[in-house]
C-alpha cells in the first residue's frame, strides 16, 4: 500500500529553526509537495522537491532524498503565524497525490 | 484573487437529507478534486474528476456521487447524509498530467450532520 508518515504535532519557540520529517512509500514517484495550513482554512503551497537535494524560498527550505523515500522542510527564524499543520504529499505514478495526516506546529513566545 | 471557490463554509443537515457541495475554480484545470479532511486522518480523496463529464473512484467514494457538467464546476453529493459523513469538506484543482503543478483549495465546508 502507499504510506506517507509524518510526525502528529510539535512545538518549537519564536525565532528558532525547526524540521518536520516525512518519510514515504508510494507506487512511483512524480514529486513530493509541502502545503501549509492554518486551522480552519484551505492547505496553501509552500515547495516542490522532484530531484534530490534541497530547495530554499525565503525562511523555508525543502530537502528531498528519492532514495531514502524522505523529505523534510526546515523553516527558520519561526514568527508566532507559523503556527499551523504541515502536509506533506507525494504524487504517484498515475499523477495523483497522496497526502500524510499533516504536523500541527505549535510556536511558542 | 479566488481561484477555488466552494459554496458554503458551514453546513449542518439533517441524517437522510440529500446534500449538494458546489465547487467552481477559474483557472481552466482540466482536473477537479473532493477530499474530506478529518482529525489524524489527513486529506482523503472522494472523486476526481479529470474531464468534463468523466469521473473516477477515490479512496473513500461510498456514500457520495459526483457530477461534471462544466469544466469549471465539480459538484459532491451526498445521496442520503449520515452522521458518519460529519467531516471537513475541500475540493481542488490543478492541471492535467503536469506533475510540478500543484493543487488550489477552496476554502472547505464544514458539514454537520445531525
Known amino acids: 500500500g502507499q504510506n506517507i508518515d509524518q510526525p502528529t504535532e510539535m512545538t518549537a519557540t519564536e525565532g528558532a529553526i525547526v524540521q518536520i520529517n516525512c518519510t514515504y512509500q508510494t507506487s512511483g514517484f512524480n514529486g513530493l509537495f509541502w502545503y501549509q495550513q492554518h486551522a480552519g482554512e484551505a492547505p496553501t503551497f509552500l515547495s516542490y522537491n522532484v530531484l534530490d537535494g534541497l530547495e530554499e524560498k525565503g525562511r523555508f527550505s525543502s530537502f528531498l532524498s528519492r532514495s531514502k523515500g524522505y523529505s523534510y522542510l526546515l523553516l527558520k527564524e519561526l514568527q508566532m503565524k507559523d503556527s499551523a499543520s504541515y502536509l506533506c504529499?507525494?504524487?504517484?505514478?498515475?499523477?495523483?497525490?497522496?497526502w500524510g495526516a499533516g504536523t500541527k506546529l505549535i510556536i511558542k513566545p | 484573487d479566488v481561484k477555488v471557490t466552494q459554496s458554503s463554509r458551514y453546513l449542518v443537515k439533517r441524517t437522510g437529507e440529500k446534500v449538494f457541495l458546489e465547487c467552481v475554480q477559474d483557472?481552466?484545470?482540466?482536473?477537479m478534486f473532493w477530499y474530506r479532511q478529518d482529525p489524524g486522518l489527513g486529506l482523503r480523496l472522494i472523486y476526481f474528476?479529470?474531464?468534463?463529464?468523466?469521473?473516477e473512484k477515490g479512496d473513500i467514494p461510498e456514500g457520495y456521487s459526483v457530477s461534471r457538467e462544466k469544466k469549471e464546476r465539480f459538484s459532491l453529493i451526498l445521496e442520503s447524509a449520515s452522521t458518519n459523513q460529519t467531516s471537513m469538506y475541500l475540493c481542488?484543482?490543478?492541471?492535467?498530467?503536469?506533475?510540478?503543478?500543484?493543487?488550489?483549495f477552496g476554502q472547505g465546508t464544514r458539514l454537520t450532520v445531525v
Open positions: 474528476s479529470y474531464d468534463v463529464k468523466m469521473k
Open positions: 483557472m481552466d484545470h482540466e482536473n
Open positions: 481542488a484543482s490543478n492541471m492535467w498530467d503536469r506533475a510540478n503543478t500543484e493543487a488550489f
Open positions: 504529499a507525494v504524487m504517484d505514478s498515475n499523477y495523483q497525490l497522496i
